[in-house]
């Protein structure tokens, strides 16, 4: 599993040089032999593995992104979760979706891309404060408009958000970031549809 958690990380193209230096740094961390998931909560080990899935509805009026009013975080964050051990970091999306927002997510057409578009290394901050987070941000195209029955006892509430107005200065400090490969990655890729 290490070897294809590797390679789902080696795929990803980075926006920046911050983006280059954390995908070095993460493979390095990899190749170490140091564990990669939490094991025990709320931070061991102290860095971990999380995969974020941002649902995006890129259909209609320059597009929405959902986030979550995290307790934990106290931020407005994409979906997600910590990659269990064994456990692929795209398995890990599949089962977060279904936990979290009751969505089941197809594999084969759900995913913007088949490696994540982005990833991070983020000191936490909230209720389990101090640990770092290495988070591969996947892309789900899912339709705004489809009921979603999120995990109260997670959240305080789900908000689609126009790309234009998330709440930058109350969400995952790299999510501008994010929105940015997101719109050059969807531009390049020209019109795209959900399913």
């Not at 899935?53 to 959902?66: N, S, T």
């Not at 890990?92 to 994540?116: I, K, M, N, S, Y």
């Not at 990833?119 to 195209?141: C, R």
């Amino acid at each position: 599993m290490r070897q294809q958690i590797r390679n789902e990380i080696a795929g990803i193209t980075p926006l920046d040089e911050l983006e280059s230096s954390q995908i070095a740094d993460t493979l390095r961390w990899i190749d170490s032999g140091t564990e990669l998931c939490r094991t025990a909560k709320p931070a061991t080990p102290p860095r971990h593995l999380v995969s974020y899935f941002a649902c995006v509805d890129l259909r209609e009026g320059g597009g929405h992104v959902l986030l979550v009013d995290h307790i934990n975080a106290q931020l407005w964050l994409p979906t997600g979760g910590h990659v269990e051990p064994g456990e692929h970091p795209r398995t890990t999306v599949l089962r977060e979706a279904h936990e979290e927002l009751g969505l089941t997510v197809d594999q084969t057409a759900d995913f913007l891309l088949p490696t994540p578009l982005f990833l991070t290394a983020t000191e936490t901050v909230g209720l389990t404060a101090g640990h770092v987070d290495v988070s591969l941000w996947y892309v789900l195209m899912t339709d705004r408009h489809v009921r979603l029955d999120y995990d109260a006892g997670e959240f305080h509430g789900i908000r689609w958000f126009a790309l234009d107005a998330v709440p930058l200065t109350r969400s995952d400090p790299q999510i501008g970031r994010f929105l940015r490969k997101l719109a050059l990655t969807t531009r390049a890729a020209g019109p795209v549809t959900a399913p």
